[in-house]
């Protein structure tokens, strides 16, 4: 068995979970609305225990590889929807170099790299980007899977080096720096 697929997923209070045929799984909460569309291969069922709790149990049907890697894989996506519309996901950035900044003008975000335009990006739907003086930026949402996928297309903009540091990187990420060249004698 799945040491993550078989553990149960509880649901907060003020979180309503919807399974439709198809395994078709609607998420509501205070943040927002997450549907998704899961494995039919997948049982996933919504159980109430001895202390009146709710949460939701996912069962497999066979023992073959690609069943059990679902398994795992549709408790993980199920729990991160549970999440985040009840807490939502946030991921932050942080900007180094001279002269590199960024901006916000609307709902677009405005970078200035170095490049010898600005680098305008819109703000995907169900994302939103919010800036910290103008070197850090938090790009927050309920979906993890946008939020992190946002996250590292503002960072592939000018991603670090490893000489100077310059680039945008995440504030938990280290950059291994090299020593650079030395002059002769």
Known sequence: MSRIG???IAIPAGVTVTI?????????????????????EMTIKQETDEQKAE???????NDLKKTKALHGLTRSLLKNMVVGVTEGYEKVLEIN??????????????????YSHPVE??????????LD????????????EKVGQYAAVIRSKRSPE????????????????????????
């Open 162 to 185: 490893p000489y100077k540091g310059k680039g945008i990187k995440y504030q938990t990420e280290t950059i291994r720096r090299k020593v650079g060249k030395t002059g002769k004698k």
């Open 6 to 8: 078989r553990m149960p």
């Open 20 to 40: 439709a045929e198809n395994n078709r799984v609607t998420v509501k909460g205070p943040k927002g609305t997450l549907e998704r569309v899961f494995p039919a």
């Open 121 to 130: 990006m819109e703000d995907p739907e169900g994302v939103t980007t919010v």
């Open 133 to 144: 003086g103008q070197n850090i930026i938090k790009v927050q949402g309920i979906d993890k």
């Open 97 to 114: 170099g001279v002269g590199y900044r960024a901006a916000k003008q609307g709902n677009k975000l405005v970078l200035s790299l170095g």
């Open 55 to 61: 949460h939701i149990v996912i069962t497999r049907p």
